[in-house]
């Protein structure tokens, strides 16, 4: 298994380097680049800050806040970057100084029940992520979720929270009954619990084994932004209700993020953004 993961990051790192020397990145004005990002553990936040510097090299960065003018077709400036982490992890505590400091703003996505767990790293194992790297993660920060001050202070600095679902066990074969919990328990849950209006929906998983055509629907319905799991390119799609973005990791070489946010990778994810949009 070790040796199956290091050959697979050593070809992406390759096709990475490969299309970034050939292309050097190069994206249209009105593209929009979304990193999807989970734990961010602090020794490192000094990867993370490098990442930075050396995507903003490529890209313009964009405030959540004018998401609405990107997809009005107004902003063709860029390309275009937006972070955004999923989960609520406390160790992305130390990312939001990062970003901060470089007045970048981004969106974080909560799951309210991880929040509120009594053990939150038994909940964290046990229904967001069962594989752990303890190599990567390791500290207590690592698994557990922040507190309500931790989101008021990333609210206070400009960033943006948005919905990952109540439970983060949303699944295209849920009940009725819990896919309304899941999409609009967790909007009401943090517009109570923040007093703000919650305007995007993160997908958890994979979405295309997460969101059926009920979700899809109610999605739609109360949310401004669905953030999807399809990597894409979001100046081709312009479609509010289904942002592309890029999973990337602070640990992976430059060479396999170059090539989780090239073009040489998507055509495999065409059909399932093809099977999202016929729901």
């Not at 020397?21 to 000094?46: F, K, Q, Y």
């Not at 100084?97 to 799951?111: D, P, S, T």
């Amino acid at each position: 298994m070790v040796m199956k993961k290091f050959a697979n990051d050593l070809f992406k790192s390759i096709l990475g380097h490969a299309e970034l020397m050939m292309s050097g990145m190069r994206n249209a004005p009105d593209e929009l680049i979304v990193l999807c990002m989970h734990s961010t553990p602090t020794d490192r936040l000094s990867d993370f800050d490098e990442l930075c510097n050396k995507l903003l090299c490529y890209f313009k960065p964009i405030d959540p806040k004018n998401l609405n003018d990107y997809f009005a077709g107004r902003l063709n400036e860029g390309p275009y970057l937006l972070f955004t982490f999923d989960d609520g992890l406390k160790n992305n505590l130390g990312a939001a100084e990062i970003l901060k400091q470089k007045g970048i703003f981004a969106y974080f996505f909560l799951v309210p029940a991880f929040l509120e767990a009594a053990d939150g790293e038994s909940y964290y194992r046990g229904h967001i992520r069962q594989i752990i790297d303890p190599n990567y993660d390791h500290e207590p920060e690592d698994f557990t979720p922040m507190n309500s001050h931790d989101i008021r202070g990333l609210l206070a600095a400009g960033h943006k929270i948005g919905s990952h679902t109540m439970t983060h066990l949303l699944r295209s074969t849920s009940t009725e009954e819990e896919i309304y919990r899941e999409v609009l328990g967790s909007k009401e849950w943090l517009q109570n619990t923040f007093s703000i209006e919650v305007d995007a929906f993160c997908s958890p998983i994979n979405t295309s084994l997460s969101v059926n055509a009920l979700a899809k629907k109610l999605i739609k319905e109360n949310y401004l932004f669905h953030f999807t799991t399809y990597p894409g390119l979001n100046a081709e799609y312009r479609d509010q209700q289904l942002i592309c973005r890029r999973n990337i990791e602070t640990d992976w070489p430059f060479g396999k993020i170059s090539f989780a946010l090239g073009r040489w990778d998507l055509k495999r994810w065409q059909a399932g953004i093809a099977q999202h949009r016929s729901l």
